[in-house]
């Protein structure tokens, strides 16, 4: 087995972890097979499957796309359609969570998979979790002007989605935040006025790197092999991921094929029964 492979090989937390995700993976498009709801790979996931046919060995999480009016379909309906062992995760629906602003997520209940901005002090679901986003239409604007405003945008968003230490800097941040998050959107606002929307990407709060892309090279939907079945992806995904990634197919340098989780355990159960405390 190669060094890269060597990361989520059988048998280990992450690789068990990828398989419950893909277990969630055909869940939901049972449920959007069922009631004619259109989504796609995304993000790192749509990466995988082009270039591993599979997931990214070293990740652990999936991202899936949804335009707007289907996304919204899938928040009415997902509560009652889910099978026993998941749950569809927003702020409203798990306190705490910190899940909004054009995201849900569906949420594998007996399991845990810890990353760097949880909050043990929350008890919302931290089980092994799949990213849905909602997708909007954009207008064509320079690459550098796009970076400018979701940089910005962002940054101020995020900073609410999670509890923050009481320090000075964040204190202040509290109270300038909500008026630059409001300054730049209205910034944004006008410079999309008048503009032909022949784009899509995720909300702009969401939207930390890449650039939206084109509806003639998302639309009709195509399929790909991903983990040996065949899922919704972006008619062109290669302009896709030119557009989110630049030069997707070339590797990152080993110190960077890091995994984002500070743990995972795929079973709870299961770690709760071998677990030897302190004497």
Not at 64 to 87: H, V
Not at 142 to 149: A, L
Not at 248 to 258: D, F, I, W
Request: aromatic share 12%; net charge positive.
């Amino acid at each position: 087995m190669d060094e890269i492979n060597m990361i989520n090989s059988p048998g280990t937390p992450l690789r068990k972890a990828q398989e419950i995700m893909l277990e969630m993976l055909i869940e939901f498009d049972r449920i959007c097979r069922k009631h004619r709801l259109t989504y796609w790979l995304e993000w790192g996931t749509l990466l995988g499957a082009v270039r591993h046919k599979g997931f990214v060995p070293w990740d652990d999480d999936m991202d899936l796309a949804m335009p707007a009016e289907d996304f919204e379909k899938f928040m009415a309906i997902g509560q009652t359609e889910l099978s026993d062992g998941y749950m569809l995760q927003t702020e409203e629906l798990d306190r705490g969570s910190g899940v909004c602003g054009g995201l849900f997520r569906l949420r594998h209940k007996n399991s845990l998979l810890i990353g760097t901005l949880d909050d043990f002090e929350k008890g919302y679901c931290k089980g092994i979790a799949v990213d849905i986003f909602k997708e909007v239409p954009y207008p064509t604007v320079s690459r550098r002007t796009f970076k400018f405003f979701s940089r910005r945008i962002n940054k101020s968003h995020s900073f609410f989605r999670f509890s923050q230490k009481l320090t000075f800097k964040n204190v202040i941040s509290a109270l300038v935040y909500p008026i630059y998050n409001r300054f730049y959107l209205l910034l944004w606002r006008i410079v999309c006025i008048g503009r032909k929307r022949n784009r899509m990407m995720p909300e702009i709060n969401k939207a930390t790197y890449g650039y939206p892309t084109l509806l003639s090279d998302i639309f009709p939907l195509s399929e790909i092999e991903f983990e040996g079945h065949m899922f919704p992806a972006p008619k062109n995904p290669d302009a896709r991921l030119k557009d989110l990634y630049g030069d997707y197919m070339t590797m990152p340098p080993p110190e960077k094929r890091r995994i984002h989780a500070k743990f995972i355990c795929p079973d709870t159960a299961d770690c709760y029964n071998n677990f030897t405390p302190d004497k």
